[in-house]
């Protein structure tokens, strides 16, 4: 079984752009959750989609956005893109949301 | 809020040893999650174990074992015979699944694990 699957694996852009992160689930998991991940403030909690539905959304600027698909692919959007949005972005997926998650390799965004 | 610490920023083990790397939480909620997860070099995070806060027992997988004290908010992880494989930075979690209840699942800040051979 395939694992989590995000594209692309590195980006690189420059401040003021937009950016869209995609996330392919493992195959029949329905919930989908993004981190942002930083030296500086490790590990965070960006939001979870269910079915389609936010069910959770972490503190961050609503530059940060993202959506599920009806096939439980995800994306997420960061509009505006300053320095400080350089970051590993990781997306995990689970069958059910209290189930345990699986991970996906990460997106490493460069902001120039 | 929910907060993890993680005291030990680095530790180090011989091969074939036992560690325990420390987390303690603080939640005011009575039902949740807690997970150990290791991330190494290759950055793939993977989840070691998960403690279901309602159950008293502690969990296990295989060489993996936690000390969950549910009273004193701490969920440490013993590791025994450890492996040059073990290697990796080590994350203590809390997670409840709450619907629109925001910031649910909080990372510790790590311990970085070396394994001597």
Known sequence: KAGVTQTPRYLIKTRGQQVTLSCSPISGHRSVSWYQQTPGQGLQF??????????NKGNFPGRFSGRQFSNSRSEMNVSTLELGDSALYLCASSLEFEQPQHFGDGTRLSIL | AQTVTQ???EMSVQEAETVTLSCTYDTSE???YLFWYKQPPSR???LVIRQEAYKQQNATENRFSVNFQKAAKSFSLKISDSQLGDAAMYFCAYRNYLENYGQNFV???GTRLSVLP
């Open chain 1, 46 to 55: 960006l939001f979870e989609y269910f079915s389609e539905t936010q069910r």
């Open chain 2, 44 to 46: 793939q995070m993977i």
């Open chain 2, 30 to 32: 009575s039902d949740y």
């Open chain 2, 7 to 9: 005291s030990q920023p």
């Open chain 2, 107 to 109: 990372f510790g800040p």
